[in-house]
Nanobody
Framework: QVHLQESGGGSVQAGGSLRLSCTAS????????MGWFRHATGKEREGVAA????????YYADSVKGRFTISQDNAKNTMYLQMNSLKPEDTAIYYC?????????????????WGQGTQVTVSS
């Protein structure tokens, strides 16, 4: 049984940083990708970043390029999202997802496993 657990959310002021972690159990990194999504109030869930360990590729939404960095530590079965220069519009619940199609990493429906989410709040 696959279990994903996010941590690291919290409240920061604009310009600050947070690092989210997603620890996976029962999941083997494979030819599928893992990703981060976020869901802000009144908006649809959107893909933020994804990583495909098979080829060492990373993918980012335009809104976070240059500010967020996705990485993973296979030895720890953990994926990270380093978020710098945070903006109020980054406020959302952030979800970890696994077993997605790298060719459509931004599409939530291609992922088979999800964490419970962690709240990120950025104040101005």
């Amino acid at each position: 049984q696959v279990h994903l657990q996010e941590s690291g959310g919290g409240s920061v002021q604009a310009g600050g940083s947070l690092r989210l972690s997603c620890t996976a159990s029962g999941y083997t990194y494979s030819s599928r990708c893992m990703g981060w999504f976020r869901h802000a109030t009144g908006k649809e869930r959107e893909g933020v970043a994804a990583i495909y360990s098979g080829g060492g590729y990373t993918y980012y939404a335009d809104s976070v390029k240059g500010r967020f960095t996705i990485s993973q530590d296979n030895a720890k079965n953990t994926m990270y999202l380093q978020m710098n220069s945070l903006k109020p519009e980054d406020t959302a619940i952030y979800y970890c997802a696994a077993d997605g199609d790298a060719n459509s990493w931004w599409d939530m429906y291609t992922y088979n496993y999800w964490g419970q989410g962690t709240q990120v709040t950025v104040s101005s």
